[in-house]
């Protein structure tokens, strides 16, 4: 039993400090994840998530640049990425895509341009670029703890403040509008949401990837249930449950095969999402929230 | 004086004018692909194709061949996997899941190899000015391709992309031309990756057509404007990554983000200019 | 009120007891009726009642459960080119780069591969199009900044410019208001008669299409009933077809189609056909 238990559980993994400091970050970034990918998913705007990833690369390289951890970059540029998004608010579907196309555009080209900064200039941390690009959650000094504990509130705060009207407007916004719903503050206010969620996770498994920790999980919960609430907690369940796998199977990769190189944390969390995502397709083929998009 | 002239003639000679070329080729593939990319609103998996590609080139790097092949062929079944899985749930959460699962093992297969950060850095951002003569043909090859696949499929394509249901009336199955569409995608992104990278190509095929439309018209004239947009913002890139020895993808991804504001604002005077017009006409005719 | 030319209309397509079963639901049942050149039929049934299913069974996108589709044999015998087809919803963006006249012109050999060849020819016949549907005005205006009206009319004329025998409209005048309504449906008989094209129609409101109605196909369960205006539109015939008591009321030449009894299921779809100012 006791070997049983050490094949899956590499020694030390409970003991060891940059862990325990990955497991608060990476489950906070989950559920704040869980809660605002579900409402993502509904709204339709996965891309939009997506291209604030890409604006929140930039705000993590740029960071570093000034000597700042990328997690403030990411909650800064990512907030006035999502308020410019939310401004250019083009209402026609289409139109929204390719403006958040060149909005995604536009980061990536200041990323591209941060990122070269930071290697050529001094005095800036190696490997920042793998860092922003692909998490950093056992490399996080347990001091900014309380600062990702604050900003998991924040981005809670919003959502369970606004809930109600932000899901009618979420599935209608027509009818919001009829009642009375201001569309374009909670939008907004969705938003600034959505750009605290992408950086947290951001940090947990890296700016590009942060995608499929906002839109997997919400929407693996969407097919298995079609009320939103169930859907929430679900979302949060599998997120979590996900990235606290994929901490475990990082450290335990450390100890297979000869080259113990290991494997990052945010290729596990990922690579589990998407095996979920298709085990779910496979069993419940029809999705069951509104189509479209 | 002196120096301005020195500098235009380095700008122009030898490992430079592979640079110039593979670029000319590069924005002309964009605006001719984008051009279609952005009439049927597929900015999603036109963004998500190359990031499939960005995992075969690394994976064509780790077992050591080419990486154009490994490029393509992820490419390609990138392009099929999205087409296919769009019919089933929604298009975007798939979509975006594949995307991160190409991104993240292509970041696995890269972090196996010592030089791990360098070569993240140009497949995502590209590298341009680094293309030698031999890793030019190809490129060239496959842009003859892409581009005689969109001169035979042009027709269909626009039928089904503007009125699909009368497409299919037709004989032009919406889904087949979709699949052909998002292929043709692949290939230009394949070609196009090592060049000005896996992040940035995305922005060339959505820049300068959503630009170009909003000064004419007629499509062929778009498609037309879009490669001669998509051909300024390449070459501006290069003479400023040059000048300045900042990064190629950031000039263009700003300059694309410009012109498409400065698309967005004729759009927009234009529009107001036949409200005007159309107003003083009605005033004109009595009821 | 419909074909009075001197030439014999010929038929160009006929229903025989067509039934279709989608999904366990009896969608269409033993449906049979017949075109003609220069006819303008108007395909009548409350949403749900069928109509889109019958035009896809028409358009060969939908097989049916049982029965036939046939076509005349004609020089051109290949289907695909001798139908055109004017769908319900039709998005088109305002950014969009193509004019009235692509439109159209794409309505010539957009389902065939290659980019187009500009010939005179080509022109003056997209001309001649633009022309017949009244739409030359904005011949080269963005199709996506069109009235919804203006939009109707060059969507007609992308489909008659391959000169198809029959010409299908998804509920072409359910956005429009009543003036629109009226000139596309002015537009259409004039069409059907100049151009000896069949006109199948599907709305569900028959007041707007009296003007101009040969021949009607009354959809309701499923089942139609087929004949002109006249011999259809009567109590007994839609009170057999509907399974329940209809009367039909004409005050002013307008038809009013009414639910019998308050209590019947019918009652629940009667503000669909109950018409006012036709």
Redesign the interface.
């Known amino acids: 039993m006791d070997r049983f238990f050490t094949w899956i559980v590499a020694p030390g993994f409970f003991g060891s400090q940059p862990v325990q400091v990955a497991i608060v970050i990476g489950g906070l970034a989950a559920m704040v994840s869980g809660v605002v990918g579900v409402f993502t998913v509904i709204r339709g705007q996965s891309f939009g998530g997506h291209a604030l990833t890409d604006v929140a690369t930039a705000g993590g390289s740029g960071a570093v640049l000034f000597g700042l951890s990328p997690l403030f970059g990411f909650v800064g540029l990512g907030v006035v990425g999502a308020g410019v998004m939310e401004m250019i608010g083009v209402r026609r579907l289409r139109g929204r895509d390719l403006a958040t196309g060149v909005v995604l555009g536009a980061s990536t080209g200041l990323a591209a341009l941060f990122l070269y900064l930071d290697a050529t200039t001094s005095g800036t941390t190696a490997g920042a670029t793998q860092q922003i690009l692909f998490g950093s959650i056992f490399t996080v000094d347990s001091s900014m703890l309380p600062i990702v504990i604050g900003f998991g509130a924040v981005a809670m705060g919003i959502v369970a403040a606004v809930y109600r009207p932000l899901l009618l407007s979420s599935v209608s916004d027509d009818i919001a509008a009829a009642r009375g719903v201001p569309l374009r503050g909670i939008g907004l206010l969705f938003m600034l949401a959505l750009a605290v969620s992408v950086a947290l996770s951001a940090l947990t498994i890296g700016a590009i990837l942060s995608t499929a920790l906002l839109v997997g999980p919400a929407a693996i919960a969407l097919r298995l249930t079609s009320r939103p609430g169930v859907a929430i907690a679900l979302a949060c369940v599998i997120g979590v449950a996900v990235t606290w796998a994929g901490v475990l199977l990082a450290y335990d990769s450390y100890t297979w095969g000869s080259s113990r190189q290991g494997f990052p944390v945010s290729f596990f969390i990922v690579a589990l999402v998407f095996l979920l995502y298709v085990a779910s397709a496979v069993v419940r083929p029809r999705a069951l929230h509104r189509g479209g998009g | 004086m002196l120096s301005i002239v020195v500098v235009g003639d380095a700008m122009f000679s030898g490992f430079m004018v592979n640079a110039w070329t593979v670029a000319t080729v590069v924005a002309v593939i964009a605006g001719v692909v984008g051009f279609f990319v952005v009439l049927r609103g597929a900015a999603f998996p036109a963004h998500a194709i190359p990031n499939g590609a960005f995992a075969g080139a690394a994976a064509a790097n780790l077992l050591g061949i080419n990486v154009l092949i490994g490029l393509g062929a992820c490419a390609v079944l990138a392009a099929i996997g999205i087409g296919t899985l769009g019919r089933r749930g929604r298009l975007d959460v798939a979509t975006a899941l594949a995307l991160v699962l190409m991104l993240a093992v292509g970041a696995l297969l890269l972090s196996r190899s010592s030089a791990y950060e360098p070569q993240i850095y140009s497949l995502l951002f590209g590298e341009i000015l680094g293309v030698s003569t031999t890793e030019l043909l190809p490129v060239v090859a496959l842009a003859v391709v892409c581009i005689a696949a969109v001169a035979v499929l042009y027709r269909p394509l626009l039928l089904s992309s503007i009125l699909p249901e009368v497409g299919e009336a037709r004989g032009v199955h919406a889904h087949r031309m979709e699949i052909a569409f998002l292929v043709v995608v692949g290939v230009a992104t394949a070609m196009t990756v090592p060049v000005v990278g896996a992040l940035l190509i995305f922005t060339l095929m959505i820049g300068p057509p959503a630009a170009a439309r909003s000064f004419t018209d007629r499509p062929l004239a778009a498609m037309l404007l879009s490669i001669a947009i998509a051909l300024v913002i390449v070459w501006s890139a290069i003479a400023l990554s040059y000048l300045s020895d900042w990064p190629i993808g950031f000039f263009v991804g700003t300059i694309s983000a410009a012109a498409y504001g400065a698309g967005r604002v004729s759009s927009a005077w234009r529009r107001s200019r036949r409200a005007r017009t159309t107003a003083t006409a009605a005033a004109a005719v009595a009821p | 009120m419909g074909a009075t030319g001197n030439v014999e209309p010929r038929e160009i397509l006929r229903l025989d007891r067509v039934s279709v079963v989608l999904g366990g639901r009896q969608i269409l049942e033993e449906v049979g009726f017949a075109l003609r050149s220069g006819e303008f039929t108007g395909l009548i049934g409350t949403n749900g009642a069928g109509k889109t299913t019958l035009l896809r069974v028409i358009?060969?996108?939908l097989r049916p459960t049982s029965g036939t589709v046939v076509f005349a044999a004609d020089e051109r015998s290949r289907r695909?080119r001798s139908?055109g087809?004017?769908?319900q919803k039709?998005l088109?963006?305002p950014?969009?780069?193509?004019?009235a006249r692509?439109?159209v012109a794409?309505g010539l050999?957009?389902?065939?591969?290659?980019?187009?060849v500009r010939s005179r020819r080509r022109a003056a016949r997209v001309d001649e199009m633009l022309r017949a549907v009244d739409a030359e005005r904005f011949a080269?205006?963005?199709v996506g900044?069109l009235s919804g009206g203006e939009q109707q009319r060059v969507?007609i004329a992308?489909?008659l410019i391959s000169r198809p025998d029959l010409l299908l409209l998804d509920e072409p005048l359910a956005n429009l208001d009543l003036r629109s309504s009226l000139e596309i449906v002015t537009l259409l008989g004039r069409v059907a008669r100049e151009q000896q094209v069949s006109v199948l129609l599907s709305a569900h409101e028959l007041n707007p299409l009296l003007p101009v109605m040969d021949r009607v196909v009354y959809l309701a369960g499923g089942r139609a009933a087929s004949g002109t205006t006249d011999e259809v539109i009567q109590a007994d015939v839609l009170s057999r077809l509907y399974g329940q008591h209809v009367d039909v009321i004409r005050v002013h030449g307008r038809i009013l189609v009414v639910a019998g009894e308050a209590g019947s299921q019918l009652a629940s779809h009667a503000s669909d056909f109950v018409v006012g100012a036709g």
């Open positions: 358009l060969g996108l695909t139908v087809y004017v769908p039709v088109l963006d950014d969009m780069p193509m004019r692509d439109l794409l050999d957009g389902q065939r591969f290659g980019i187009p080269d205006v963005r900044l969507l992308h489909a």
